[in-house]
């Protein structure tokens, strides 16, 4: 029961002044605290389109978001609201037209080393074997070798690949490619993991498994996570504030803080009482009943 | 072991058949000879075979080194210049659809009799299938890498040397073994316009002087040579065994 308390404790001394306790209770995105880890003012998004009589398509606008160091934030949103196109912006690897996006107090604008994204897809390299595709990142970033090889030792024994290291990709689940590829972004040891629906390509047992692991990485080493995401139930799972967004053009619609204890584990969090209103409400926002 | 055995026992038996056909049927030996007969005559004239075999190898294996070395460059070039693709890329096609066979004799104009001119023979039937290749499997490469690398903050010599070059491998080596019989054809049609020496030299020596046989032996050769070529490079392929794994 202590350990329980100390970690919402913790959590709290975490989350920012300014922002609301009582559980279960919505804010407009607008406080935008000072000295946070990801901060982004007021972003627009406009595709041209290709075609020349195509219709500019406003993807996102006026969207302002600020996430403090070791949090954990998901957002949450129907396909095609922007939420991908946001946390490419705020990757460096997509210009946006208005605003500001400053990481670490560096403002982005193309990407950046205190940054590590992990994608839906699992991006391994077929020709290397999973260990050098860990390697791949360290390497690339010119990381010594006497720095890198332990430290991916290391996560292959954490990520239970290191049976596997020495094999190819394709020799792998989908699962464990997936696991492999975080573990790629891990082994550059970044302060703020950018997650674009990590796990959204595989199936639901290995996604709630995966989901657990990552929890389990991130109580380690605490990095700032920006998630994005389309399911209710893993942004409640992960996450100590959920933003919600609304598609055509993407903005922010609403957020919602989620006070539940860490650590966390499937078969707690859904039995705690504050569970079932969380997923309530998140579902309501975000139109689904 | 039996696989072997049922694949000699069929030829054998192929060859007999056309042994006492031709026997059979009368036919003129300077139209078809039969088979004893070309045995005979690449027996009767191995030294001289053995020698264009030599030369028509090297000839081969040159232009077609150069080939590939030639178009792996220009389909980087052309693949990362929008300008040498404006300018080289027209070119480039422009010249693969014209039958290369229309310039050999142009080749033995400039370059002569000599090494020079199967070279360049060579070269120009090979170049072509490695340059589209190239551009093909540098353009092959996933979208999502690309990003990958470049969220990985990768240099753009580090995304080419790591991601570009060996994602187009498959691609590249499918190309080889299209440049390669090219390659072959390439040195004989140029040994057919102009030389003194080589298989198409030989070829063509036969058929001046009437001798069928030896011309079936070189054309033998000929292809013995292309099939070993070919093998090879089936071989070295292999190498590059992560074609069309998405992972």
């Not at chain 1, 002044?17 to 990801?38: D, F, K, S």
């Not at chain 1, 380690?220 to 609304?246: C, G, K, N, P």
């Not at chain 2, 009767?44 to 460059?73: C, I, K, N, R, S």
């Not at chain 2, 073994?177 to 316009?193: C, N, Q, R, S, Y």
């Amino acid at each position: 029961m202590s350990t329980v308390t100390k970690t919402v404790t913790q959590l709290h001394a975490t989350r920012l002044a300014g922002e609301p306790g009582p559980a279960g209770e919505a804010t407009a995105a607008a406080a935008q605290p000072q000295g946070a880890m990801i901060e982004v003012r007021h972003i627009d998004k406009t595709f041209a389109g290709k075609q020349r009589n195509a219709s500019p398509i406003r993807i996102l606008d006026d969207v302002s978001l600020s996430i403090a160091d070791r949090e954990f934030v998901s957002i949450l949103g129907a396909s095609g609201c922007g939420k991908s196109t946001l946390l490419r912006i705020v990757a460096g690897l997509v210009p946006h037209d208005g605003g500001e996006v400053r990481v670490a107090g560096q403002r982005v604008s193309r990407p950046v080393p205190e940054i590590g994204v992990v994608f839906q897809t699992s991006n391994m390299l077929p020709w290397l074997t999973v260990r050098q595709n860990l390697l791949l990142g360290t390497r690339l970033r010119k990381i010594p070798k006497e720095t890198s090889e332990p430290r991916v030792s290391a996560l292959l024994e954490m990520l239970g690949l290191a049976q596997f290291a020495d094999h190819h990709p394709h020799e792998l689940s989908g699962g464990m490619r997936q696991r492999a590829s975080i573990g790629q972004i891990l082994a550059l040891e970044p302060k703020v993991l950018l997650m674009d629906e990590p796990f959204g390509a595989l199936d639901a047992l290995t996604r709630d498994n995966l989901n657990v692991e990552l929890l389990r990485i991130w109580q380690e080493h605490r990095q700032t996570v920006l998630l994005v995401t389309h399911s209710i139930e893993e942004a409640v799972f992960l996450s100590d504030r959920v933003i919600v967004m609304s598609a055509r053009p993407g903005k922010i619609e609403q957020e919602v803080v989620i006070d539940l204890p860490r650590p966390r584990s499937p078969q707690t969090i859904k039995q705690h009482p504050r569970y079932a209103g969380y997923i309530a409400q998140l579902s309501q926002l975000m139109g689904v009943y | 072991m039996k696989r072997i055995a049922q694949t000699i026992v069929f030829w054998g038996v192929m060859l007999a058949l056309w042994e006492m056909a031709v026997a059979y049927f009368k036919v003129q030996s300077y139209l078809m000879p039969p088979p004893s007969a070309i045995f005979r005559a690449a027996w009767e004239v191995h030294p001289q075979m053995l020698a264009d075999t030599w030369v028509t190898t090297v000839e081969v294996l040159t232009g077609f080194v150069a080939a590939v070395a030639g178009g792996l460059v220009i389909g980087v070039v052309i693949s990362y210049s929008a300008f040498a693709r404006r300018t080289l890329y027209p070119l480039v096609t422009a010249l693969q659809s014209m039958p290369k066979i229309a310039l050999a004799p142009l080749m033995i104009v400039w370059f002569g009799y000599g090494f020079a001119s199967k070279l360049a023979s060579t070269f120009l039937f090979a170049f072509f299938p490695v340059v589209v290749a190239t551009m093909g499997g540098l353009a092959s490469v996933a979208r999502n890498l690309d990003e990958h690398f470049r969220a990985l903050g990768a240099s753009p010599w580090d995304t080419f040397w790591r991601l570009y070059l060996p994602a187009a491998l498959p691609a590249f080596a499918d190309g080889l073994k299209i440049a390669m019989p090219l390659a072959v054809i390439g040195a004989i049609v140029g040994e057919f316009i102009g030389s003194e020496e080589g298989l198409g030299h030989l070829i063509v020596f036969a058929s001046a002087a009437a001798r069928t046989d030896v011309m079936f032996a070189a054309i033998l050769m000929v292809t013995l040579l292309a099939v070993v070529l070919y093998w090879v490079i089936e071989r070295l392929a292999r190498f590059v065994w992560w074609r069309g794994i998405n992972v």
